[in-house]
């Protein structure tokens, strides 16, 4: 058959996967206007005189991936904070503390990410004792790796107002010491009340860090990412990126709700540019549940008495429902404990009835009730998760849910099998950006080194092709992008990754070890190792 144009861009001599033919590797692609053009043996007969040849040598070809839930400007923001993540103590992340408070002037703020309890021997969460002891010139706030709470030290709860007096927000909780005064730790909402006290960042500098986290995206093979929480500020960066044409990936932004920003662009209605794509709205129902925040049914089989925090009430989530429905946005709402999945299911029940088109999100789907899993293939709710959350925590969420619950907690194939589409992500900063990662874990159900044999609940793994489905044409489909990105059909954008090893065929150990060789996005090159 005869090519219909000559291709711009020709790949051959690879191990080429569309995506659309699972386990079936081709040997040649070509590109023309930033869409495929022909695959296989057909894509050799598009080579022209003006056609550029690429020998992959050998490297694997994927449709490029979509990470479905990320926190982008974080990420960016990140490379400039105090990095707490693998901390095994509460006193080595005080000592990172002082040698930073060293190099900043005194009043100014010290902000940093990434400690978690469950590493340390304790496994209990620290106080602002811990933090008094290193400096009492810099007020202190250091996110919990979720994101989901913060610790901080007396100089922030002073500037804050907060004291024993002071009481819970609406969500949230401050964590008192024995004697009722705070003890330095705020969960979800309760962060609020320090962080309102934080210098907001220049315009210039949201750019700077959407520039830097998007560029490693492209490093990491990452085509697309959905930003789970855009808020004003992002989103303008977003649209002055978008405008520049600085954007090297497409982003598909959610803007969070309740807030300023939902109320002005629930008017505008939605956004569709090249590589912007503003369709989407962002609810929260609960915490994380390694704060203990995620709302669940029964109480936390580590911490009697407590069942978490539900951030909206049925009302609000079905007002926002609503308010999304007139204005075309997608709904997409994080929901962790089996409680808020169960309210937020409840909720959308009221607006969809089976089969219909309107592509309702749940983010994380973490911990779901038996009879609640049938409900996602039902009602066509996606469920957007994050792999390696349940490596991350399986050392311990049983502690925290106790045995009876595991059984519906990071159950993907309980949700395949009743007909959901899942759409993987990271969740980065929070987990590793790197989509490999991701992949592994879905496969294996194990962390780096290997453990625990076999995987953790490995009834619940993904094949290795439901998990390449799950990283590329699900990320579409979820962003309503099926007919456009995805696959690497004739007629789609020619957004792909070339790979040095195939992740398809090699041990699963290996995956971990394959990296980028280039990423393309619109049939052009966006990263390529030096």
């Known amino acids: 058959m005869a090519c219909p144009q000559a291709a711009e861009l020709l790949l051959v001599n690879g191990t080429i996967y569309t995506g659309a033919q699972p386990g079936r590797p081709l040997a040649a692609l070509a590109i023309a206007d930033g869409r495929v053009l022909a695959v296989g043996s057909e894509?050799?007969?598009?080579?022209?005189?003006?056609?550029?040849?690429?020998?992959?040598?050998?490297?694997?070809?994927?449709?490029?991936?979509?990470?479905?839930?990320?926190?982008?400007?974080?990420?960016?923001?990140?490379?400039?904070?105090?990095?707490?993540?693998?901390?095994?103590?509460?006193?080595?992340?005080?000592?990172?503390?002082?040698?930073?408070?060293?190099?900043?002037?005194?009043?100014?703020?010290?902000?940093?990410?990434?400690?978690?309890?469950?590493?340390w021997s304790s496994r209990r969460f620290p106080t602002k004792a811990v933090l008094d002891a290193v400096t009492s010139q810099h007020p202190v706030v250091l996110f919990r790796i979720d994101g989901h709470a913060c610790w901080v030290n007396s100089v922030a709860l002073r500037l804050?107002?907060?004291?024993?007096?002071?009481?819970?927000?609406?969500?949230?909780?401050?964590?008192?010491?024995?004697?009722?005064?705070?003890?330095?730790?705020?969960?979800d909402r309760a962060q609020t009340l320090v962080t309102r006290h934080i210098p907001p960042p220049s315009f210039e500098q949201v750019i700077t860090q959407l520039k830097r986290a998007l560029a490693h995206c492209a490093r990491?093979?990452?085509?697309?990412?959905?930003?789970?929480?855009?808020?004003?500020?992002?989103?303008?960066?977003?649209?002055?990126?978008?405008?520049?044409?600085?954007?090297?990936?497409?982003?598909?932004?959610?803007?969070?709700?309740?807030?300023?920003?939902?109320?002005?662009?629930r008017k505008r209605g939605p956004y569709r540019g090249q590589h912007l794509t503003i369709q989407a709205v962002k609810l929260i129902a609960d915490g994380a549940l390694g704060s203990r925040g995620a709302a669940l049914l029964d109480d936390y089989a580590d911490d009697p008495g407590n069942r978490g925090l539900l951030l909206l009430t049925p009302e609000q989530t079905q007002q926002l429902i609503r308010q999304a429905m007139d204005t075309g946005f997608q709904v997409a709402t994080h929901a962790i404990g089996d409680a808020a999945n169960r309210m937020v299911l409840d909720v959308y029940a009221a607006y969809l009835?089976?089969?219909?088109?309107?592509?309702?999100?749940?983010?994380?789907?973490?911990?779901?009730a038996p009879e609640d899993f049938a409900r996602f293939g039902q009602l066509s709710v996606i469920a957007s998760i994050q792999p390696t959350h349940a490596t991350s925590d399986m050392a311990w969420a049983p502690a925290r849910l106790g045995s009876a619950r595991l059984a519906g907690a990071y159950a993907w194939r309980k949700l395949l099998q009743n007909g959901a589409v899942?759409?993987?992500?990271?969740?980065?900063?929070?987990?590793?950006?790197?989509?490999?990662?991701?992949?592994?874990?879905?496969?294996?159900?194990?962390?780096?080194?290997?453990?625990?044999?076999?995987?953790?609940?490995?009834?619940?793994?993904?094949?290795?092709?439901?998990?390449?489905?799950?990283?590329?044409?699900?990320?579409?489909?979820?962003?309503?992008?099926?007919?456009?990105?995805?696959?690497?059909?004739?007629?789609k954008r020619?957004?792909?990754?070339?790979?040095?090893?195939?992740?398809?065929?090699?041990?699963?150990?290996?995956?971990?070890?394959?990296?980028?060789k280039m990423t393309m996005v619109d049939g052009k090159i966006v990263y390529q190792e030096p």
Not at 47 to 65: C, E, K, N, S
Not at 91 to 101: L, M, N
Not at 442 to 448: G, M
Not at 467 to 491: D, I
Request: with cysteine; hydrophobic share 40%; charged share 25%.
């Open 160 to 187: 804050a107002n907060i004291d024993r007096n002071t009481p819970d927000p609406p969500g949230g909780k401050i964590l008192r010491l024995p004697d009722g005064s705070p003890s330095g730790l705020l969960v």
């Open 353 to 368: 009835k089976p089969g219909n088109g309107r592509r309702f999100r749940i983010e994380h789907a973490q911990v779901i």
């Open 43 to 119: 894509a050799k007969r598009c080579a022209g005189p003006q056609t550029r040849v690429i020998d992959l040598a050998g490297a694997t070809v994927l449709p490029g991936f979509i990470d479905a839930h990320a926190h982008p400007r974080a990420l960016g923001e990140s490379f400039d904070l105090l990095d707490l993540r693998q901390t095994v103590s509460p006193e080595a992340v005080a000592r990172k503390v002082a040698d930073f408070a060293k190099r900043r002037a005194p009043g100014s703020w010290i902000v940093g990410r990434g400690w978690d309890q469950n590493l």
């Open 422 to 491: 899942l759409a993987c992500g990271s969740d980065f900063p929070v987990e590793d950006p790197n989509p490999l990662l991701g992949i592994y874990a879905a496969i294996t159900r194990q962390d780096l080194t290997g453990h625990p044999p076999g995987g953790w609940f490995p009834h619940e793994r993904m094949t290795r092709d439901e998990a390449l489905r799950c990283w590329t044409w699900a990320g579409a489909y979820a962003a309503f992008l099926e007919n456009e990105l995805g696959e690497l059909a004739p007629g």
């Open 494 to 516: 020619a957004d792909l990754v070339v790979l040095s090893g195939d992740i398809l065929r090699l041990p699963e150990s290996e995956i971990p070890k394959v990296h980028v």
């Open 220 to 265: 990491l093979g990452l085509t697309m990412i959905h930003d789970a929480g855009a808020d004003e500020l992002t989103i303008q960066a977003y649209l002055e990126l978008e405008r520049s044409g600085q954007l090297p990936i497409r982003v598909y932004a959610m803007i969070p709700a309740p807030s300023p920003a939902w109320d002005e662009w």
